[in-house]
């Protein structure tokens, strides 16, 4: 992880997003505190080189479905808040928010001190405007705490085709931004 950040800076990055949902998997026989101990551990280390190359660490909670580990952002903001490094902070995607049956405003708004990087995908796993996820209220809740960061799309179903959908969820973002 120490080479990953000092290749991210070696290319000209800020953000790293620790996602990553099968390696970061609890193995049978660890208990969840032991694993919790080591991530605590090992995001402290990262961090601190993280400061050395001038980028930030950011966790990104998964759902359920995709890990057993870091399923929720307040896991995610309480392992932050543990690890109290300026350089370990917070990742939302709006897939992954959508699993945990609460308001994802009240979600980014909760994380708003932590928050560093953000993707826009639909709940489906298609991009921005492809599906049933309205974000109105998540562009709202952004601009409520003022988030300088990026939006990246992230997209897990890329038809009718990547160009087709890059395109329009770009636009789409852009018509709900402007509102």
């Known amino acids: 992880m120490k080479y990953l950040v000092k290749f991210c800076q070696f290319l000209g990055g800020e953000v790293l997003v620790f996602g990553s949902p099968k390696q970061r998997e609890i193995l049978p026989g660890v208990s969840k505190e032991q694993a919790w101990l080591w991530a605590k551990d090992f995001f402290l280390r990262t961090s601190e ?6 980028v ?22 309480k ?7 300026p350089r370990f902070r917070l990742h ?22 932590y928050l560093k990087h953000f993707h826009a995908n639909d709940e489906s796993g298609k991009g921005p ?16 705490i003022n988030y ?9 179903d890329v ?3 990547p160009e ?8 789409y973002l852009k018509e709900v931004m402007e509102k």
């Open 148 to 156: 300088q960061g990026f939006i990246s799309v992230e997209i897990f």
């Open 49 to 54: 080189e993280a400061e050395k190359n001038d």
């Open 129 to 144: 405007g492809f599906g049933e996820t309205d974000f109105r209220p998540i562009i709202s809740a952004l601009k409520s």
């Open 92 to 113: 939302l995607d709006v897939k992954a928010m959508s699993s945990e049956g609460r308001d994802t405003g009240e979600i980014i708004k909760e994380g708003a001190q």
């Open 56 to 77: 930030f660490i950011c966790l990104e909670p998964l759902s359920h479905r995709e890990t057993n580990f870091i399923t929720t952002a307040r896991e995610a903001i």
């Open 79 to 85: 392992l932050i808040e543990e690890v109290s490094h």
């Open 159 to 161: 038809s009718p085709s």
């Open 164 to 171: 087709v959908c890059a395109i329009e969820s770009l636009k």
